[in-house]
């Protein structure tokens, strides 16, 4: 199993349910994973969350399919 260590405070997550995904910003910053456990509540990892489908021509190719219904 992958380690998921938290973005906020680079602590380790020991509860892989209670993770806030959320887009990274420019302004946010990561801090350097380490052994401790997280102190965040909930843990903030910047990025997708595990098993989100994220091909980049999926949008342009459903859109294009609706079209071709219609």
């Known amino acids: 199993m992958r380690e998921i260590h938290c973005h906020g405070c680079g602590g380790l997550v020991t509860d892989p349910a209670s993770v806030s995904y959320r887009l990274a910003s420019d302004t946010a910053a990561r801090t350097a ?20 489908l994220s091909w980049p021509g999926l949008a342009g190719v459903a859109r294009s399919k609706a079209a071709a219904r219609n």
């Open 33 to 52: 994973p380490h052994s401790g456990p997280c102190s965040c509540a909930p843990p903030i990892v910047y990025g997708p969350p595990p098993g989100y």
